[in-house]
């Protein structure tokens, strides 16, 4: 018989199961709403939606590569067993494959994934498969520039870096990616923090320094040595370079005759406010797919 797709999009209100899901579950019971539902309760697929407002603060970082650039993507899980199943990491690698090509994560949510479902599909089934909340969280892409190198680094699953650097060489590029992973950095140098971020910095090492009792011209040489040095801190080219502590990123990238023109740098569960929850009482939520 024929499905219509407002009957296809009222299953999917009611059900949080994918499109071809849907479909076929209303195929399978002659357009029968009441009876979709119940034939796609019993294969697990309706309880993506019920999970989907649990915390999920673990996962992991991929990335995936072409001739003009890379993508990272993080898809996130609740628990650490989740991010280590070997379906959860195809799934993943799978996604990251699709991303090359795509905009958003909405975008990329809606691609397909293979002839039969799109990524979000995919996404509730291995919900009902894994039984916890899996969310393609955030993507980010840099593009290889004519005339500049593109460095990549993955550490551990957990932490996805891109960086674009002009001049020096692969090596040298993967060097500055491993480094911002380690360290972090929020800017590329000082040149590029705000404004407002240098203001309320510098109010802080004022009030530390009036508190000394010194002198006002003393307090002034005070703030302005110590505000270099905490630019220095959160800015890529002001950092001591993680391989030689001996010099700054900055003075590494010189003598090579390069720079950096952009980077990103992603981590599992960045601003997710995790649920703390004991190790006994994980072990048994995983056992009893809850």
Known sequence: MSISAAQVKELRDRTGAGMMECKKALVETGGDIDAAIEHLRKS???KADKKAGRVAAEGAVVMAESDRGAVLVEINCETDFVAKD?????FAERVAAVALSADSVEALSAAPLDDDRSVD???QHLVAKLGENIQVRRMARLSVDDDGILGGYIHGGRIGVLVGVVGGDEALARDIAMHIAALNPAWRDAEDVPEAVIEQEKQILVAQAEDSG?????VEKMVS????KRLSELTL???PFVKDSDMTVGQLLKSRGAS???FVRLEVGEGIEKDEVDFATEVMQQARGS
């Open 86 to 90: 070997e379906h959860f990491r195809q």
């Open 260 to 262: 950096v023109s952009r």
């Open 121 to 123: 599909d995919a996404r």
């Open 225 to 228: 040595g110590r505000l270099r």
């Open 214 to 218: 010194k002198p006002p011209e003393i």
């Open 44 to 46: 697990g697929l309706a």
């Open 237 to 239: 080219t002001g950092q």
